[in-house]
């Protein structure tokens, strides 16, 4: 069974930062696209940043451009989510997810990715 769990949330203050992982079990995701995900209250789930397998390169959403920075450790099957100079316009749930098919231009359509983790609360305090 394939697992992405997500982990890291938390409460920070604006200013601060946090660091998020994901976790993938389950199977190895050579090829994989790996990308970030966030949904606040009553708002659709957007685009956050993603990392391709082979080149190691990356997508962000105009909204965290120079803040956040997306990673990956290929042999540990694990994501990360640096967030840097959190806003609390940033308050939300964050999810990863995994993609086969991959493209920037359908980065943000949510039908591209075949696996999803369970989320992670990130909550920014003004």
């Known amino acids: 069974q394939v697992q992405l769990v997500e982990s890291g949330g938390g409460l920070v203050q604006a200013g601060g930062s946090l660091s998020l992982s994901c976790a993938v079990s389950?199977?190895?995701?050579?090829?994989?696209?790996m990308a970030w995900f966030r949904q606040a209250p009553g708002k659709e789930r957007e685009f956050v940043a993603a990392?391709?397998?082979?080149?190691?390169?990356?997508y962000y959403a105009d909204s965290v451009k120079g803040r956040f920075s997306i990673s990956r450790d290929n042999d540990k099957n694990t994501v990360y989510l640096q967030m840097n100079s959190l806003k609390p316009e940033d308050t939300a749930v964050y999810y990863c997810a995994a993609s086969s098919a991959f493209s920037s231009r359908r980065a943000s359509r949510l039908s591209i990715y075949d696996y999803w983790g369970q989320g992670t609360q990130v909550t920014v305090s003004s």
């Open positions: 389950g199977r190895t995701f050579s090829g994989y696209t």
């Open positions: 990392m391709t397998w082979s080149l190691g390169n990356t």
